[in-house]
């Protein structure tokens, strides 16, 4: 692609409320976010290059702060298009906390005290019980990391922290040297990371777009 723009969804009401994984929605606040991407999108992607590409995962919260990117059809070479007709992915789903789904950290050490030492000590490593590890995250990309290779225009991915650390650390391989070190990236609500692939690696903008 000639850009990789990467964000993750506004806030949810499971951040709001501190708890991990879930399905929830937006809340009001990341509804805003949602309204401040479409009118960035269509001013710094759309306008110059319609057949740019949308991706989400197939959880509620990143498809809400999608939904104002338009759909509309515009005509294309004699032919109709419809315009970042979003594209949900499976592999973009956030990490899976199994039986740990839907509590906060806090619970967890209090539920599990052991657990959440070992994930603690090889959070790259510790896969949740009936849940994933990051390095199990990192397979499942695959997938994206092949289709993205092949995209010839501008990718926008909206999905979650856990995805995008390691999306953003295996992109930007010129930076980040070590798999251990994706689990601890930081990547801010509100933000859209502009990455731009070259020939070692990508650089990387970042651009936030709401307090
Ligand atoms: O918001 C939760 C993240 O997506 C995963 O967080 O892997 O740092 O526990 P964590």
């Not at 951040?15 to 009001?28: F, M, V, Y």
């Not at 110059?48 to 999608?66: C, F, H, M, Q, V």
């Not at 510790?126 to 994206?144: A, H, K, N």
Request: charged letters at 25%; one cysteine or more.
């Amino acid at each position: 692609p000639k850009m990789i723009y990467l964000t993750r969804h506004g806030q949810s009401e499971y951040n709001l409320t501190q708890k991990i994984g879930g399905d929830s929605s937006l809340t009001a606040h990341g509804e805003e976010y949602a309204t401040a991407l479409a009118a960035w999108v269509h001013k710094n992607i759309l306008v110059d290059n319609p057949r740019a590409r949308l991706w989400t995962s197939t959880l509620k919260r990143t498809i809400e702060t999608g939904k104002h990117i338009r759909h509309d059809e515009i005509m294309l070479d004699g032919q109709p298009w419809i315009v970042m007709r979003p594209r949900e992915w499976h592999a973009l789903d956030e990490i899976h906390a199994g039986i740990f789904d839907g509590m906060t950290y806090a619970e967890i050490e209090a539920a599990d005290p052991e657990e959440f030492a070992m994930r603690k000590k090889d959070k790259l490593g510790y896969r949740y019980p009936r849940g994933e590890s990051y390095l199990d995250v990192f397979q499942r990309l695959d997938t994206i990391i092949h289709e993205l290779e092949r995209q010839r225009d501008h990718v926008l991915i909206i999905a979650h922290q856990g995805i995008l650390r390691i999306l953003l650390g295996y992109l930007m391989w010129n930076e980040v040297k070590d798999r251990e070190e994706c689990p601890h990236i930081s990547i801010p609500l509100n933000t859209i990371k502009c990455l731009k692939p070259h020939a070692y690696g990508c650089t990387c903008d970042s651009l936030c777009l709401l307090k």
